[in-house]
C-alpha cells in the first residue's frame, strides 16, 4: 500500500492540530486509551476534550494552547497510508514548519475563513512555493463561526486565491470545513448544500506521490568509504538515475573516468541500483574516492562551479552579515563559502522588496543570492533535479539557511 | 520507469542512509541494544549499513530488572553477530536498592539515564544510535533524525534544530553527544513486517503464551503483557493490522503522569 507524507500549514490559531486530531479521530485511527489520555489532560486544564493535544504533547503546548514543535502522525483510508506533518503556526516557530514541510509530497494550507488570510499564512504558502511544493489543497476552516455562509466562503476563497496565484501556486480544491465540529472532514456537511465538492477525506486521496528521478541522469553522492575485507566499497544513495555494472562513470570534482565493478548490498548479488538506494560500489580502475564525490554518467555531467545562484531562506534570529564564514552542504558535499552578492531580498510575508545589493539577511528573509565556494561544487537546477538543486547553510555547526539552485551559473 | 521499491525497500534504504551519515561523522559512536524489536532490527539495519561487520560497541543499558530472556537473547546474538557488546549498569544505585517500588520516576532515571550518562563519560561517544520511532509515543513524535543533547543531557525540544533534506546536524562543542534516530519514521507494524520480511531473530517474549503476549518490553517489574494469541511473527502483523489497544498499553512510565515522558526525556531518557 502507497505512503503519502502531507503537511498541514497556516497561520496560528487557524486549526491545523484541530483538524488533524479530528481526522484522526473521525477515520477511527485513536486507540481508546489516547481518547481517554486527551480527555483526562483537557479536564486537568479545565477544558473540553481538546483533539490538538493528540499531536501537541508537550506541557507547554497544552498549556498555552499552541504548537511548538513539528510532529507526525499516521493514520489509512481504503486507498492509502498517509503520514501527516503538523507544522506550528506561530511566527517563533518558522524553522520548525519548515523542518516538516521539507520531509512532505502535498501541503494542506488551512485558513480561519473568519479571520481571512494573515502572515503565516501567506508566509507559509510562500515557504512551500519556495521548497517546490505545488501540490497543495485549501481548506477554510471555521465555518460554523460564520453561520456556514457561503459569501463568507467565497470572499475569503478569492483572497487566498488571489495571493496564491500571485507567488505562481495553482490550487483547484477548496474545502469549507469546521474541523472542531467535523464538517466535510470524513462525511459530506448537510449544513452547507451549496458546496458541491469533495470532504477533505475524499480529497487527500486524489493527491500523488512523489515520484524519484529516475528517469533522469545518474547521480550517485559517495557518502563513506568502507573498507571490508579486500575490498574498498564506496557507500551512498544514488540520488538520480540508475546505475549499473559495466558502467562507464565519471567521478567529479576530478573528472577521472572508470567502470563500475561490483554493486554491493549485504547478502545481496545484485547488478542495478536505482534513484533512492542506498548502495555500495567498487570499481575497476583502483581510483581513491572520498565523500562528497560524484559519481555520473560522461556527457551527463551536473554543473561543476564555485558560483552558485540561489534564493536562500534565512532561519535563524542572527542575522547574516557579509564578513560571516558559512558551510554549503548539498548531498554530501560540503565546502566553506561566503555570500559575495545578496542582490535583493524580501519579506517572505508580503513579498516586499526590503534591500537590493544589501549587506546582511535577517531571520525569515528570503534573499536571491551569488555565493563563491571555496572547493567546486556539482549542482542541478532545483527544477531538474531537486536532490542536487538545493543545499543548506551551516554556521558554528547550525543549520541557518536552506537554499534553492535557480540557474547553474 | 516507476518505481519499484517497496515501502519496507524505502525505510529500509532511508534508514541505512542515516545510519552512515551519522557513521561517517562521528566514528565515536555506538548503538543502543535493549534487545527489544526495535533495537534488534535497527541492529540489523546496521550490519546491512555495514555489511556485516559494524564497526563500533552495542551498549545495552542494565537495570538489573530485565527478563531472563532479555539475557539469553543477549548473549546468544552478541556472540554470533559478532558484536562489541558493552554492558553499562547503575551500580552504586543497583547496589543502594534503587526500585520501582521507590518512585518509577527516579528508577528510570537512576538505572537507565545515569547508567547512559556513565557510559557515555567512560567510552567518549559522540552520537548514539536509537530504535525509538514516532508513533510509540506523542513526545517521540517531535523528535528530529538527529536530535542533540547538552552537556547536562537536556533535550532542548523547544528550540530544535530545523533540519532539511537530511542534511542533518553536525555537532557543536557544546553539544555533549547527538541521538541518532534511524527508525524514527517507522510505525509498529513496519518493525514486524520487516522482522518477518528479514527473518531477524527476537526475544521469545513478544509471542504468546497462555493468551497473553509482550508487545513492548522493558523492565520485568514495569511492563504487562497484553490478552493476545498471537504466537508467531505472521499472527502478530495480523493483530497490529486491526488492534485499537496502543502499543505502550503495558508500559509503567506512559501512565504515572501526563507529562512523565516529556521530563524523563528532558533528562536525557531514551
Not at chain 1, 541522469?217 to 573498507?227: A, M
Not at chain 2, 561517544?125 to 547538552?150: C, Q, T
Request: proline content about 3%; aromatic content about 8%.
Amino acid at each position: 500500500m502507497d505512503v503519502l507524507n502531507f503537511v498541514i500549514v497556516g497561520h496560528v490559531d487557524h486549526g491545523k492540530s484541530t483538524l488533524i486530531g479530528r481526522l484522526l479521530y473521525d477515520t477511527e485511527s485513536l486507540p481508546p486509551d489516547k481518547i481517554e489520555e486527551i480527555s483526562k489532560a483537557s479536564d486537568g486544564l479545565g477544558r473540553d476534550t481538546e483533539f490538538a493535544y493528540l499531536l501537541d504533547h508537550l506541557e507547554e503546548e497544552r498549556k498555552q494552547g499552541i504548537t511548538i514543535d513539528t510532529t507526525q502522525v499516521f493514520f489509512k483510508t481504503d486507498k492509502r497510508r498517509y503520514v501527516i506533518i503538523d507544522a506550528p503556526g506561530h511566527v517563533e516557530f518558522v524553522k520548525n514548519m519548515i523542518t516538516g514541510a521539507s520531509q512532505a509530497e502535498a501541503a494542506v494550507l488551512i485558513v480561519d475563513v473568519e479571520e481571512g488570510a494573515r502572515e503565516q499564512t501567506r508566509r507559509h504558502s510562500y515557504m512551500l512555493a519556495l521548497l517546490g511544493l505545488h501540490q497543495v489543497i485549501v481548506v477554510l476552516n471555521k465555518m460554523d463561526l460564520v453561520g456556514f455562509s457561503e459569501d463568507r466562503f467565497n470572499v475569503v476563497k478569492k483572497e487566498v486565491s488571489d495571493w496564491l496565484a500571485s507567488i505562481n501556486v495553482a490550487v483547484d480544491v477548496y474545502i469549507p470545513i469546521s474541523a472542531i465540529k467535523g464538517e466535510n472532514i470524513t462525511k459530506k456537511s448537510d449544513k452547507m448544500p451549496w458546496y458541491s465538492g469533495t470532504t477533505f477525506l475524499d480529497s487527500l486521496d486524489t493527491l500523488k506521490n512523489k515520484i524519484p528521478p529516475e528517469n533522469k541522469s545518474l547521480l550517485f553522492p559517495i557518502q563513506d568509504v568502507y573498507k571490508v575485507g579486500d575490498k574498498r566499497i564506496n557507500v551512498g544513495r544514488v540520488e538520480a538515475g540508475a546505475i549499473t555494472t559495466g558502467a562507464q562513470v565519471k567521478i567529479l570534482p576530478t573528472g577521472q573516468t572508470t567502470k563500475v565493478k561490483s554493486i554491493e548490498k549485504f547478502l545481496e548479488d545484485t547488478q542495478e541500483a536505482i534513484a533512492s538506494e542506498c548502495i555500495g560500489i567498487t570499481t575497476e580502475d583502483s581510483v581513491f574516492l572520498d565523500r562528497g564525490n560524484i559519481i555520473c554518467v560522461p556527457g551527463s555531467e551536473p554543473h561543476l562551479t564555485d558560483r552558485v545562484k540561489a534564493n536562500i531562506f534565512w532561519m535563524s534570529k542572527r542575522p547574516f552579515t557579509k564578513d560571516q564564514k558559512l558551510t554549503l552542504r548539498c548531498a554530501t558535499q560540503e565546502t566553506t563559502c561566503k555570500i559575495d552578492k545578496i542582490a535583493r531580498k524580501i519579506n517572505s510575508s508580503t513579498l516586499e522588496l526590503i534591500g537590493e545589493d544589501a549587506d546582511d539577511i535577517c531571520n525569515l528573509e528570503v534573499a536571491e543570492v551569488i555565493i563563491k565556494t571555496k572547493k567546486p561544487v556539482a549542482i542541478k537546477d532545483f527544477n531538474d533535479v531537486q536532490e542536487m538543486g538545493r543545499f543548506v547553510l551551516v554556521r558554528d555547526e547550525n543549520t541557518c539557511a536552506g537554499g534553492i539552485i535557480t540557474t547553474e551559473n | 520507469m516507476s518505481s519499484t521499491l517497496s515501502h519496507l525497500d524505502k525505510l529500509e534504504n532511508q534508514s541505512i542512509f542515516i545510519i552512515r551519515e551519522a557513521y561517517s561523522q562521528f566514528r565515536d559512536v555506538a548503538i543502543l541494544w535493549s534487545i527489544g524489536k526495535d533495537s534488534t532490527c535497527l541492529l540489523w539495519l546496521v550490519r546491512k549499513a555495514f555489511f556485516g561487520q559494524i564497526p563500533f560497541p552495542a551498549l545495552h543499558i542494565d537495570t538489573g530488572y530485565k527478563f531472563k530472556e532479555i539475557y539469553e537473547f543477549r548473549d546468544k546474538y552478541a556472540k554470533e553477530w559478532n558484536l562489541e557488546l558493552l554492558v553499562a549498569r547503575n551500580e552504586e544505585a543497583i547496589a543502594a536498592g534503587m526500585g520501582p517500588d521507590k518512585s518509577k520516576f527516579n528508577c528510570c532515571n537512576e538505572l537507565k539515564t545515569v547508567a547512559l550518562k556513565q557510559a557515555i563519560a567512560k567510552h567518549g561517544f559522540k552520537a548514539l544510535y536509537l530504535g525509538i520511532r514516532r508513533d510509540e509515543h506523542g513526545i517521540r513524535a517531535k523528535e528530529r533524525v538527529f536530535s542533540p543533547r547538552d552537556e547536562d543531557f537536556e533535550w532542548d525540544y523547544k528550540n530544535q534544530p530545523p533540519e532539511l533534506w537530511d542534511q542533518y546536524k553536525t555537532k557543536a562543542a557544546e553539544e555533549e553527544h547527538i541521538r541518532v534516530h534511524p527508525l524514527l519514521g517507522w510505525r509498529e507494524i513496519d518493525v514486524w513486517q520487516y522482522v518477518q520480511k528479514e527473518n531477524i531473530p527476537v526475544t521469545s517474549l513478544y509471542f504468546a503464551k497462555n493468551g497473553k503476549r509482550f508487545r513492548s518490553i522493558g523492565c520485568e517489574t514495569c511492563c504487562g503483557p497484553i490478552d493476545s494469541d498471537a504466537d508467531t511473527i505472521d499472527k502478530i502483523v495480523d493483530e497490529l493490522k486491526t488492534t485499537r489497544i496502543s502499543e505502550r498499553s503495558g508500559r509503567a512510565q506512559d501512565k504515572e503522569s501526563d507529562y512523565m515522558m516529556q521530563k524523563l526525556r528532558s533528562l536525557g531518557y531514551m
